[in-house]
């Protein structure tokens, strides 16, 4: 890693601390809040930014879908648009082991210049657990700080055919506010990420069949991915209706497999906004819990 990104995460850090320093007025203790075991929502995610990590190129996907909302005491369904599933293993007031899924989008190869005659990039599937440890225990007004220990197992979907695509490490540190009492909620995430030999082949290596003039064979290695800097807020309009929106810098300067042809970028952005509007909830309640 370089100077210039050691320097960014620290700055980071530093912004985190600053951001969840202890406040002067004290909150006096809340009933606890409890929600809908289910829900039904119509809801739509659009997202704005590069095709791959490390891509200058970028693509918009817009995924409009009816969801479930589930709070039940091992899976979670729907409540946070970056963790969409969660399965609770282990709960306790400062460590929490969740299992956690991701979906990064697929590329058209023939719209990505450094990829034009390559396969197409599918859909990958990311699912692994997730330990969460909880470094302040503050009041959810006052924002507090949690490290995420992720381990992921990464798959491609070429149809309904998986093709195993290896694994990723990610220490992220996070910040989480409450901004209102209506359900508004503030996250700072800063994610350094490591990867496995298998998913850097994925994005970055270059066979000898596809090898071109421009672009020279290429073996892609294991090691440092990239760093993620990541703003969120989700912000309910009504009972029924919420939005939730995000932007994210993709920080890949000494990255393992920066000397790629296909690595065209080493700073990149990223946006999203989703909506979800609920339409349906049961009568039979939960406890609510915060959303790392």
């Not at 739509?44 to 039940?72: M, V």
């Not at 290896?166 to 209506?182: A, C, K």
């Not at 970055?204 to 069949?209: A, L, N």
Request: aromatic letters at 12%; a negative charge; proline letters at 7%.
């Amino acid at each position: 890693m370089t100077n210039s990104v050691f320097s960014r995460l620290l700055l980071w850090a530093s912004v985190f601390l600053f951001l969840a320093a202890p406040a002067v007025a004290d909150e006096a203790a809340a009933e606890p809040k409890t929600e809908p075991l289910w829900e039904l929502a119509l809801a739509g995610y659009g997202l704005y930014g590069p095709a791959y990590p490390g891509s200058a190129e970028n693509q918009g996907n817009f995924l409009p879908l009816p969801i479930p909302i589930y709070r039940g005491k091992f899976l979670r369904l729907g409540e946070d648009s970056e963790k969409p599933i969660r399965g609770r293993i282990f709960r306790s007031d400062r460590v929490r082991l969740d299992l956690d899924m991701d979906l990064n989008f697929g590329s058209k190869s023939d719209d990505i210049d450094a990829r034009v005659g390559m396969p197409d990039l599918d859909p990958l599937i990311e699912l692994g657990p997730e330990l969460e440890l909880k470094f302040t225990n503050q009041p959810s007004r006052h924002g507090n700080i949690y490290l995420a220990l992720q381990m992921r197992g990464a798959v491609s979907l070429d149809g309904l055919s998986p093709d195993w695509r290896g694994f990723t490490f990610s220490p992220e540190l996070r910040y989480v506010r409450h901004l209102e009492n209506d359900g508004s909620r503030l996250k700072l995430r800063i994610t350094p990420a490591f990867a496995s030999s298998d998913y850097m082949e994925y994005y970055y290596q270059v066979d000898p069949v596809f090898s071109a003039p421009q672009r020279p064979a290429y073996q892609a290695s294991s090691g440092y991915l990239g760093t993620t800097l990541g703003l969120s807020l989700q912000h309910p309009i009504t009972d029924a209706f919420e939005i939730r929106a995000g932007v994210r810098i993709g920080m890949l300067q000494g990255a393992r497999n920066e000397a790629s042809p296909l690595f065209t970028d080493d700073t990149t952005q990223s946006v999203y906004v989703a909506f979800l509007y609920k339409f349906w909830a049961s009568k039979r309640t939960t406890t609510a819990e915060d959303v790392f």
